[in-house]
């Protein structure tokens, strides 16, 4: 039998499924209501309250797991090292941005309820400085490996990058199709090249 903890999960999942049906139609997240969100998914009030104590216990959820897959994919970014090359660079990015394409609708809404939800805002926080703090980490070794620009500041880079890449994934790559994204992620790894790999000494 599930836990209650999986449970828990298995029913975020149903109800991302449903609110990006009603973010689809042009609703935000803060005017749905509880009883809209379970009654487009086919379930009871009652269940909502089972498992969440909130709409912002909810965000919560669905910002855990968003994390967690784009952790998991970006790892093939971060694990690129003397052998990258533009195409191994494209291709990661792509694998990321398809990983978190199905999380970006709600993510969006995470980011929006932090200005008023202060438990969120401290959630989007610390997702922030994971993602600067391993892309720096990404620059620092490049550099001294060879095959990252040297003259880059390495915390200040990666934080002009992910931030950039945060408003692109929830203004454009949540309403993108499949090559949409594809020609969105080349102007990214363009992006990226040029600014970390082009300049390196090792670049090819």
Request: charged share 25%; hydrophobic share 45%.
């Amino acid at each position: 039998m599930s836990t209650r903890a999986d449970r828990r999960v298995q029913l975020a999942e149903r109800l991302r499924v449903a609110v990006t049906a009603l973010l689809d139609e042009g609703e935000s997240y803060a005017a749905i209501s509880i009883e809209r969100l379970m009654a487009e998914a086919g379930l009871s009030r009652s269940t909502f309250y089972a498992y969440f104590t909130d709409k912002g216990d909810l965000l919560r959820e669905w910002s855990v797991r968003a994390t967690e897959d784009t952790r998991q994919a970006a790892a093939r970014w971060w694990g690129l090292d003397t052998e990258l090359t533009r195409e191994a660079l494209t291709a990661a990015l792509l694998h990321v941005m398809r990983e978190y394409r199905p999380h970006a609708r709600v993510m969006a809404s995470v980011y929006d309820a932090a200005g008023y939800d202060s438990e969120l805002r401290d959630e989007v926080a610390s997702i922030m400085r994971e993602h600067v703090g391993s892309l720096e980490e990404h620059i620092r070794r490049g550099q001294v490996e060879g095959w990252v620009a040297p003259d880059l500041l390495p915390h200040e880079t990666a934080a002009w990058l992910i931030w950039m890449a945060e408003r692109v994934e929830h203004q454009v790559i949540a309403r993108s199709g499949d090559g949409d994204l594809d020609q969105l992620v080349v102007g990214f790894a363009d992006v990226v090249w040029n600014t970390l790999y082009a300049l390196a000494p090792a670049a090819r």
